[in-house]
């Protein structure tokens, strides 16, 4: 069975720090470039940031760079994203999401999703 499972997530003040880990279970991992998305109440999903399957190039979204860093552990099939200098708008729920080949910010190519962990930036 395939799965991602988020954790890290959580309630923090402006400029505060949290790091989300997705472990990923049931697929090749290191075949996989994995992405971070999130969704805000009445928003549309958001690429945040994506690495990719085995050489660790990361791409991140104009919104978070320099404040997010994202890498894996492929020995643990574990991405992590570590958050810094958050803002009332990184507030909304985070999904990992694996997709066989190459990073890509389009959410619809992904092949498994998370069930998502919440984080909240209070100003």
């Known amino acids: 069975e395939v799965q991602l499972v988020e954790s890290g997530g959580g309630l923090v003040q402006a400029g505060g720090s949290l790091r989300l880990s997705c472990a990923a279970s049931?697929?090749?991992?290191?075949?996989?470039?994995i992405g971070w998305f999130r969704q805000a109440p009445g928003k549309e999903r958001e690429g945040v940031s994506y690495?990719?399957?085995?050489?660790?190039?990361?791409y991140y979204a104009d919104s978070v760079k320099g404040r997010f860093t994202m890498w894996r552990d492929n020995a643990k099939n574990t991405v992590y994203l570590q958050m810094s200098s958050l803002k009332s708008d990184d507030t909304a729920v985070y999904y990992c999401?694996?997709?066989?080949?190459?990073?890509?910010?389009?959410?619809?190519?992904?092949?498994?999703w998370g069930q998502g962990t919440q984080v909240t930036v209070s100003s």
């Open positions: 049931g697929f090749t991992f290191d075949h996989y470039a």
């Open positions: 999401a694996a997709v066989k080949g190459t990073a890509t910010a389009q959410h619809l190519m992904y092949d498994y």
């Open positions: 690495i990719s399957s085995s050489d660790g190039i990361t």
